[in-house]
Nanobody
Framework: VQLQASGGGLAQAGGSLRLSCAASGRTFTSYAMGWFRQAPGKEREFVAAITRSGSSTYYADSVKGRVTISRDNAKNTAYLQMNSLKPEDTAVYYC?????????????????WGQGTQVTVSS
């Protein structure tokens, strides 16, 4: 499956952004979806994940309550709504697709990755 992330940009602290991840090439509903981010000088970290049907979601503690992951299976697209943005949310955000495996937070559990979209939050 090919993944195309978009929606990043510059936002002020306290603002909002919605990231999109458009999938193509394989049956979208066969994959759980996740979002990760990588800040400058840091390792890539888990942000959020959603099951194939969208019935369950998982969040990193650092974003819980501020971020919502969702998906529209009819549009083959996953979303990451980010509210109350903080400067520490500044990172390149990646979407990823997962076929199987029990871990939601480990990069190695994901099979396909998008190219990343930059989010910059100014204070």
């Amino acid at each position: 499956v090919q993944l195309q992330a978009s929606g990043g940009g510059l936002a002020q602290a306290g603002g909002s952004l919605r990231l999109s991840c458009a999938a193509s090439g394989r049956t979208f509903t066969s994959y759980a979806m996740g979002w990760f981010r990588q800040a400058p000088g840091k390792e890539r970290e888990f942000v959020a994940a959603i099951t194939r049907s969208g019935s369950s979601t998982y969040y990193a503690d650092s974003v819980k309550g501020r971020v919502t992951i969702s998906r529209d299976n009819a549009k083959n697209t996953a979303y990451l709504q980010m509210n109350s943005l903080k400067p520490e949310d500044t990172a390149v955000y990646y979407c990823a697709a997962k076929w199987a495996g029990s871990s939601w937070v480990e990069e190695g559990s994901y099979d396909y990755w998008g190219q990343g979209t930059q989010v910059t939050v100014s204070s």
